[in-house]
């Protein structure tokens, strides 16, 4: 069983199951600035979509505006582990990607509808439009409703089962854990994946992380939505074998806002060598068996480029890192394009 222990309290927390969707939906929206970001709007509302003979409700709607000019809408399907996830997790994410495009115009005119019920939605939508480059909110709330069918599915557990019957669907559709902890006095912790994976995680693991305030945040989320290149890090055997040998890479733990972002994969060599030495163009991103990470395929072998090195090779990435492609060529050290 995983614990989580507070110093400050002395206190263990327990891993907690929701009995109840309904109670899981109100963690969600409590959170909901925290896991999708702040340039964002969660439309809490349940209302139902039909498509000829199809008929679909979903639990809500996210507009990430985090890039103004790339507005995205994600269908959102919150869900307990304790549901089937064929029956009732597949089947529903199912009618909903193949009701999408016939059900767009619906979809836009009750967005419209909810968020200017709200007025910190709307002010927040006038926002992120005054910040983009399109003429007006109608023009942005068009551009993000009229693309291409994506999904997030929030669950309390993410098991193997889910990412197989997800799979199977031809669909953009991400699956973010949300895990609930309480302690004897009944208060909450909470563990979450967020929609761009704003916290990078670059230090040795015996080198503690720092607190990071709402604004580095913030800030980090933001650089992520510009990047097109996603940096792995990869030990010499794999690779010779795998990178340069198979024009690939497997098991890499991607963004659900980041997939569609990064045409680009660059191999950073660990010590001794410490530098990103090869970069690829994407042909494919597919999911990795059943475990909710991806493999990459390139289009063609990867080009060596001179080395970007890091400052401090204590600093190195521990897991995949975002960056900008135009700015590897001018970077002086893998520290610049992190920033």
């Known amino acids: 069983m995983t614990v989580l222990y507070d110093p400050q309290r002395k206190g263990v927390f327990q891993l907690f199951e929701h009995a109840l969707e309904s109670d899981f939906e109100k963690v969600v929206c409590s959170l909901a600035e925290q896991i999708f970001g702040e340039d964002t709007i969660y439309i809490d509302v349940k209302k139902r979509v039909k498509s000829g003979d199809i008929i679909t409700i979903p639990d809500g709607y996210l507009l990430d505006a985090t890039d103004p000019d790339q507005p995205t809408l994600y269908v959102i399907e919150n869900e307990i582990v304790s549901h089937d996830p064929f029956k ?57 409703v009229l693309g291409t069918f994506k999904a997030l599915v929030v669950i309390d557990e993410a098991r193997p089962e889910l990412h ?16 609930t902890y309480v302690d004897d006095q009944n208060n909450f912790m909470y ?5 761009y994976d704003e916290i990078d995680a670059t230090s040795s693991p015996d080198v503690k992380p720092k607190s990071l305030s709402k604004e580095e945040i913030t800030r980090r989320r933001e650089r992520r939505a510009k990047c097109d290149t996603i940096v792995v890090p990869a030990r010499k055997e794999g690779f010779n074998e795998v990178f340069l040998g198979e024009n690939r890479w497997f098991a890499i733990r991607i963004g659900a806002a980041m997939k569609d972002k990064i045409k ?10 410490c530098a990103i030495t090869h970069i690829a163009k994407i042909k ?7 475990t909710g990470k991806y493999e990459v395929v390139f289009d063609g072998a990867a080009e060596e480029i001179t080395p970007v090195k890091i400052s401090n090779p204590a600093q190195s990435p521990q897991c995949p890192v975002y960056v900008e492609y135009q700015k590897i060529d001018s970077a002086d050290s893998v520290d610049d394009l992190l920033k």
């Open 88 to 144: 009732h997790i597949g089947i529903q994410l199912l009618k909903f990607a193949t009701s999408f495009d016939e059900g767009k115009t619906t979809i836009r005119n009750f967005l419209m509808e909810e968020i200017t019920k709200s007025k910190d939605s709307m002010e927040l939508l006038e926002k992120f439009t005054k910040k983009s480059s399109y003429r007006n909110i109608d023009n942005f709330l068009d551009a993000a």
């Open 164 to 179: 197989h019957v997800l799979e199977k669907i031809n669909a953009d559709i991400s699956v973010l854990e949300l895990k």
């Open 191 to 195: 563990e979450f994946d967020t929609l």
């Open 284 to 290: 494919e991103i597919r999911p990795y068996q059943d």
């Open 264 to 273: 680009y994969i660059a191999a950073y060599q660990i010590s001794p060598i």
